[in-house]
Nanobody, 121 residues
Framework: QLQLVESGGGLVQPGGSLRLSCAAS????????IGWFRQAPGKEREGVAC????????EYADSVKGRFTISRDNAKNTVYLQMNSLKPEDTAVYYC??????????????WGQGTQVTVSS
């Protein structure tokens, strides 16, 4: 059964860091692009970061460039999102999703359940 499970969310103060994990089962993460998305209350879902199947290509939303880093550990079948210098506007539910192809240019057809990130003092 194909599954994506996010973890690592929580409450953090502005300027703090969190690392989100996306553990995959039922498929190999090195066969597909994996993306991170987020949705804040009252806002549309937005793409945050993506990593291609072999890690050779990564893409980031302008709002997180220089602060967030996406990476993968194929041995653990897991993709990570390291989030540094967090801001209150980063507060959202974060989702990981499996791409339909190996590159970040495709659609996303499988989604995790999400993990809440709250940045507040």
């Amino acid at each position: 059964q194909l599954q994506l499970v996010e973890s690592g969310g929580g409450l953090v103060q502005p300027g703090g860091s969190l690392r989100l994990s996306c553990a995959a089962s039922g498929f190999n993460v090195d066969d597909y692009a994996i993306g991170w998305f987020r949705q804040a209350p009252g806002k549309e879902r937005e793409g945050v970061a993506c990593i291609s199947n072999n890690g050779g290509n990564t893409e980031y939303a302008d709002s997180v460039k220089g602060r967030f880093t996406i990476s993968r550990d194929n041995a653990k079948n897991t993709v990570y999102l390291q989030m540094n210098s967090l801001k209150p506007e980063d507060t959202a539910v974060y989702y990981c999703a499996r791409g339909s192809i190996r590159l970040c240019t495709g659609n996303y057809n499988y989604w995790g359940q999400g993990t809440q990130v709250t940045v507040s003092s």
